[in-house]
């Protein structure tokens, strides 16, 4: 994804939701589509687990 483009994860364990932004050309784990941040994690109930199934939506990049 281009860097700046916002995205929306859900969780498909708990419905929980966030949204990101891309800024960075991760993931650095083998099997990863996806890397958070610690704060995104939380928010979506899956900072203890360290991975979760996700359903990802790409928004346009914000143009800042």
Same mark, same amino acid.
């Given at each position: 994804?281009?860097?700046?483009?916002?995205?929306?994860?859900?969780?498909?364990?708990?419905?929980?939701?966030?949204?990101?932004?891309?800024?960075?050309? %991760?993931?650095?784990? +083998? @099997?990863?589509?996806?890397?958070?941040?610690? #704060?995104? /994690?939380?928010?979506? %109930?899956?900072?203890? +687990? @360290?991975?979760?199934?996700?359903?990802?939506? #790409?928004? /346009?990049?914000?143009?800042?």
């Amino acid at each position: 994804m281009p860097f700046n483009t916002i995205l929306r994860v859900t969780n498909l364990e708990n419905g929980r939701r966030v949204r990101v932004r891309v800024n960075d050309r %991760g993931p650095y784990r +083998d @099997g990863r589509i996806l890397d958070l941040s610690a #704060a995104a /994690a939380s928010a979506l %109930g899956m900072r203890q +687990d @360290g991975t979760a199934r996700v359903r990802i939506e #790409a928004f /346009a990049a914000d143009q800042r």
